[in-house]
Nanobody, 120 residues
Framework: QVQLVESGGGLVQPGGSLRLSCAAS????????MGWYRQAPGKQRELVAA???????NYADSVKGRFTISRDNAENRVSLQMNSLKPEDTAVYYC??????????????WGQGTQVTVSS
């Protein structure tokens, strides 16, 4: 059983900051890429940022320079620091993990999602 537990969402004013965190636990033998996706009402889920086990990062153009993704390999944790938030960042944010688990199979798991609302 593998779980991705997210925390850190909430309501913030435009220009403010939030930090999301996601901890992976369970039968994980090798954790590969981890990332954050978001889905706004009426829109498709989109990649926000991703980070490989070696630390290489990838960001959506809309968040470059404002968001920073990081990970702690010892704790199987990925974080997303979000600065200069805009109303268009409002969405449910999902953690994603690509890993090798039971049966030496490759898995792709999602967290339950955490709401981020940017509004005055």
């Amino acid at each position: 059983q593998v779980q991705l537990v997210e925390s850190g969402g909430g309501l913030v004013q435009p220009g403010g900051s939030l930090r999301l965190s996601c901890a992976a636990s369970g039968s994980i033998f090798s954790l590969y890429a981890m990332g954050w996706y978001r889905q706004a009402p009426g829109k498709q889920r989109e990649l926000v940022a991703a980070i490989t086990s070696g630390g290489s990062t990838n960001y959506a153009d809309s968040v470059k320079g404002r968001f920073t993704i990081s990970r702690d390999n010892a704790e199987n944790r990925v974080s997303l620091q979000m600065n200069s938030l805009k109303p268009e960042d409002t969405a449910v944010y999902y953690c994603n993990a690509d890993f090798r688990g039971l049966g030496s199979k490759r898995y792709d798991y999602w967290g339950q999602g955490t709401q981020v609302t940017v509004s005055s």
